[in-house]
């Protein structure tokens, strides 16, 4: 990602993508799996496990978007100052941000998410623990939801609510659903999308 030259982010932009989807598989199967783990050594109800880390994939997006305009708008100013063509300045900023995503600070949207989650009513957490124990996966969250931010369309995260109703386009139900209900109860993983569009199943809890 860090290797384009100039006036290549858009002609990459399909790799990618191709690179982001998988990489947000990859999280999905193994650094959330890590992260059930972990909480479940401190909390026992797995409901609030599975909350706990997808208000954690939420907050992590959230963070992240906030942070890519952040970095943007300094990049633009900058740039504008000596820019001349041949590429646009929207391109000639882009290529920038992509060859340079290591710029971004991660940590500071780390801490955010970590903040964010601390006053979240939702989810709860034995006060001699903090979220922080689950800060790999959150880091890894925000680095994948940043890149996302350099795609044309960016690709971003479906806006779930405990009950709405089960959209088969949008989750697989977990296992431990009831299969006949039409509400969801909660969600496990967020899906993943493009201009509206599922790219990727999340994953959710139905029960009556």
Known sequence: LKSCSPGRARRTNASRRACLIARFGDIYA????????LL???ISDVEMVQR?????????FHAAK?????????VRETLSLGHSGPESLE???LDYIVRHEDLYDVQASVNEVIRSMNINPKISFPPEIDFIVISTLIRELCRMAFSMQTLSPPLDIAFGIDGELFSETKYHRSFDSDFTAA????HVWPALMENDIVVVKGEAVTKR
């Open 30 to 37: 193994e650094e959330r799996l890590d992260a059930e783990t």
């Open 52 to 60: 706990i880390i997808y208000i954690a994939a939420v907050e992590s």
């Open 183 to 186: 509400l969801v109860a909660y």
């Open 40 to 42: 479940r050594t401190y």
């Open 66 to 74: 906030m942070a890519y305009r952040q970095f943007k708008v300094r």
């Open 91 to 93: 391109d000639t900023v």
